[in-house]
């Protein structure tokens, strides 16, 4: 449930509210238990999703550093490569729960 929740910070191209905002959705959704709220509580998790991203904005907009930014082809590479070590490759994965394509 937290696939959309990584680092944000010093990235470039530079982090989108986009981006942002899913992280902050995703975020909610966790800590709140509920991917989709009862409309009673649709205003609530709404707010949350808006204050949780607009502090993810201040805290980006705060931080410093001197490093280079991080590459995001560099960044997407590093992930894809830990979940091949982790849930194996593709196609071997599937093929091994007996889908066909």
């Known amino acids: 449930m937290c696939r959309n929740i990584r680092t944000l910070y010093h990235f470039d191209p530079p982090t989108t509210h986009e981006e942002i905002e899913a ?3 995703q975020f909610v ?3 709140s238990g509920f991917s989709k709220p009862s ?3 649709q205003a609530a998790f709404d707010r949350a999703v808006h204050d949780v991203s607009a502090t993810v904005h201040t805290l980006l907009d705060s931080l410093v550093t001197t490093a280079p930014p991080r590459s995001r082809e560099v960044e997407a590479a590093r992930v ?3 979940a091949a070590r982790r849930f194996g490759p593709r196609d071997a994965g599937q093929a091994s729960h ?3 394509h």
């Open 80 to 82: 894809r490569e830990r």
């Open 29 to 31: 959704r966790k800590v």
């Open 98 to 100: 007996g889908h066909t």
């Open 39 to 41: 409309a009673a509580n």
């Open 23 to 25: 992280s902050a959705l």
